[in-house]
C-alpha cells in the first residue's frame, strides 16, 4: 500500500505564497520522478512542475520564476514553493509519483487526493 498525501494548500490574496507539500507513504523501494499537477473548475489537469530523483526540474510556462519545485529524498517529500500567487492559479493541486516497491518491481503512478488553492484578486 502506497499513499501520497497533499498538505499545504488553501486561501490567499493575489501576490501571496503558499508551500505545498507531499509526502509519501508505505511500501516504497525508490521513487524516481515526482510533479505536481492542478485541475481548475472546468478544465482539465494541467502539468504545473516535474522534479527527477537527481532533482532536475521542469516548469510549465505559467508558473516559471514563480514557482519552485523542491524534494528530499530521505523523506519521500516533495515541495512546492508557489510565489506572487494569481487567481489563474486557484485549483486542486494533485502530487504524482512514479515509483517501485521492490527491486524487480515495475514502475508504478501513483496520485494524491489533491488539496484546494484559491487565490482571490
Known amino acids: 500500500q502506497v499513499q501520497l498525501v497533499e498538505s499545504g494548500g488553501g486561501l490567499v490574496q493575489a501576490g501571496g505564497s503558499l508551500r505545498l507539500s507531499c509526502a509519501a507513504s508505505?511500501?516504497?523501494?525508490?521513487?524516481?520522478?515526482m510533479g505536481w499537477y492542478r485541475q481548475a473548475p472546468g478544465k482539465q489537469r494541467e502539468l504545473v512542475a516535474t522534479i527527477t530523483r537527481g532533482s532536475s526540474t521542469y516548469y510549465s510556462d505559467s508558473v516559471k520564476g514563480r514557482f519552485t519545485i523542491s524534494r528530499d529524498n530521505a523523506k519521500n517529500t516533495m515541495y512546492l514553493q508557489m510565489n506572487i500567487l494569481k487567481p489563474e492559479d486557484t485549483g486542486v493541486y494533485y502530487c504524482?509519483?512514479?515509483?517501485?516497491?521492490?527491486?524487480?518491481?515495475?514502475?508504478?503512478?501513483?496520485w494524491g487526493q489533491g488539496t484546494q488553492v484559491t487565490v482571490s484578486p
Open positions: 508505505g511500501s516504497i523501494f525508490s521513487i524516481n520522478d
Open positions: 504524482n509519483a512514479i515509483l517501485t516497491r521492490a527491486t524487480t518491481d515495475a514502475l508504478r503512478n501513483y
